[in-house]
């Protein structure tokens, strides 16, 4: 395919949304391509999406063990009642998650020398027409996985790990809803995450990454939503400014304090303007960060020059989103640090 591309790295898939220029509506966590010099939201059109699973195991999980488990995780999101997308188990192949042969493949690879990476999406795109070809997930068979309806000490949840590959599958970026602390090895540890798609995965052992949060709801409904969505659902948007400029890559949260919920996105354009979608109506607290000096690159490419100089702020009232409108654009200054 001499008109296609494959896109490993989550992190170069989601700078090429920020380069698909300031004329979109982006929302949060959508993964775009710029094709023929326009941007283009990637999402699969053809339903359902068909996947195949290769026919390896690992110690302590079949293949057999292995393609359940991936049918649980998409279950999860296929069953969310206001995003339409739909997938169906197409068989085993002997065929290798990152080889461009036309099938979505996710499977077990071995990557020793990618000792902090779990798990994987591609992506294989026309870069004509921005169509998605291909997705395969490839999940380091060099970690020790699990399948346990509980969980395992010391393993890695499996369908944790597989619902939030598969919400990059499906069109996500990351979320930056989460809070880590640093540990004595030099890794971090998760000590909270209001996002599924949030990038550091929680300790072996834990399976609470087996649930959609309220932010990856919102992320999956947008990119494909119902007619229910569409209808009784709103957005919050606005721009982020620093001395009457626009602010690149600020993260706006909005706080529902009816119900606790979050959903954030960031500020992906030179003018610094945001759009926040998928809230329930209601009145919202807004709040903008500079994202973690760390992690930068889980978000944007270092080319993207996300600015972090400036302190976090709250917008100066309650922000009321509408039934399927749009709360009016807001303009949230913030101070440098
Ligand atoms: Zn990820």
Do not use: C
């Not at 026309?126 to 010391?154: H, K, P, R, Y």
């Amino acid at each position: 395919m001499t008109r296609s591309r494959r896109i490993w790295s989550l992190v170069l898939a989601f700078a090429l949304a920020v380069a698909g220029g300031p004329h979109e509506a982006f929302a949060y966590l959508k993964f775009g391509v710029l094709a023929s010099g326009r941007g283009v939201t990637l999402r699969w059109t053809q339903m359902p999406v068909t996947y195949y699973v290769t026919d390896h195991g690992v110690p302590g999980v079949g293949a057999a063990d292995l393609q359940a488990a991936l049918g649980r995780a998409f279950a999860t999101w296929e069953a969310l009642p206001t995003a339409s997308i739909q997938y169906r188990f197409g068989g085993f192949t002997e065929a290798l998650p990152g080889e461009d042969e036309g099938l979505n493949t996710l499977g077990f690879r071995s990557a020793p020398e990618l000792d902090r990476v779990l798990a994987s999406t591609s992506f294989l795109v026309d870069t004509v027409t921005g169509a998605l070809l291909e997705s395969d997930i490839f999940f380091n068979s060099a970690f020790q996985w699990s399948v346990q309806s509980s969980g395992q000490g010391g393993r890695f949840d499996l369908e944790s790990i597989a619902l939030h590959e598969i919400g990059h599958m499906s069109g996500l970026g990351h979320s930056m809803l989460g809070e880590t602390e640093l540990q004595a090895t030099g890794g971090r540890r998760v000590i909270a995450a209001e996002a599924v798609m949030f990038p550091i995965a929680f300790s072996a052992g834990n399976v609470s990454g087996r649930t959609p949060r309220a932010d990856d709801v919102a992320g999956l409904s947008d990119v494909y939503p119902t007619g229910d969505f569409t209808r009784d659902k709103g957005s919050l948007s606005g721009r982020v400014t620093k001395s009457g400029q626009g602010v690149f890559g600020a993260h706006v949260v909005a706080f529902s304090p009816a119900t606790g919920l979050m959903v954030a996105n960031f500020s992906l354009d030179p003018q610094g303007r945001f759009s926040i979608a998928g809230l329930s109506p209601g009145p919202y607290v807004v709040r903008v960060e500079p994202i973690d000096d760390a992690s930068v690159d889980s978000f944007f490419q270092a080319s993207a020059n996300a600015d972090v100089d400036f302190r976090a702020a709250y917008f100066e009232r309650l922000v009321v989103v509408p039934a399927g409108g749009d709360s009016g654009a807001i303009e949230i200054e913030v101070i440098p640090k």
